[in-house]
């Protein structure tokens, strides 16, 4: 088996935890499934050679761990300017770039004690990364941006826009 279909194999396995993420209300459950999420990215990018954004697959997961246990701004800021740092050590042109936006939109996502404010900027960051990953020609991981992006709005109808209508209507 080549390391491009294992990679792909690897971002199948993330997109069955990304959709899940966003059905869940709970933070520490979406956090959790993005945190095994991030980890299969990160092997998947290692696999193709896309060092920043494997880079900063480990770092989301490390940081997504932290999130559970703190919303501090001084963590936050940590691990924005890690991101940053990480992006610019290994810097790829405009995959770095991205991934390095992407990371840090994340990053301030990961943090927000509510979920509503988390949903909005988690889908910034992933069109972010939905770029990356179609310049970083990896078909698997665009479909996963995709279904991520999709499953998030869905997430944010059931629980924000569809509970405002029903108050609306009589």
């Known amino acids: 088996m080549s390391l491009f279909v294992l990679s ?4 199948g396995i993330a997109i069955c935890t990304d959709i899940l993420s966003f ?9 959790a499934c993005l945190l095994i999420s991030c980890v299969l990215i990160s092997i998947h990018f290692m696999l193709l050679d896309h060092w920043t954004a494997a880079c ?22 940590f691990f924005v300017l890690a991101t940053i740092a990480l992006a610019a050590v290994s810097y790829e042109g405009i995959l770095s770039i991205l991934a390095g936006t992407g990371g840090v939109f994340g990053t301030m996502a990961s943090f927000c004690k509510e979920d509503k404010q988390l949903r909005q900027l988690m889908v910034i960051g992933t069109s972010l990364w939905l770029v990356h990953n179609v310049l970083a020609g990896s078909p698997g991981a665009v ?20 509970p405002q209508k029903q108050r609306l209507d009589p």
């Not at 792909?8 to 971002?11: A, F, P, R, S, T």
């Not at 059905?23 to 956090?31: A, D, M, N």
């Not at 480990?58 to 246990?69: E, W, Y």
């Open 56 to 77: 900063l697959g480990l770092l989301a997961a490390t940081r997504f761990t932290v999130s559970l246990f703190s919303t501090s701004k001084k963590l936050m800021v």
């Open 143 to 162: 479909l996963m941006e995709v279904l991520f992006i999709s499953s998030n709005l869905v997430g944010y109808f059931r629980y924000y826009i569809r």
């Open 8 to 11: 792909q194999i690897l971002v």
């Open 23 to 31: 059905q869940f209300k709970e933070k520490k459950k979406i956090v």
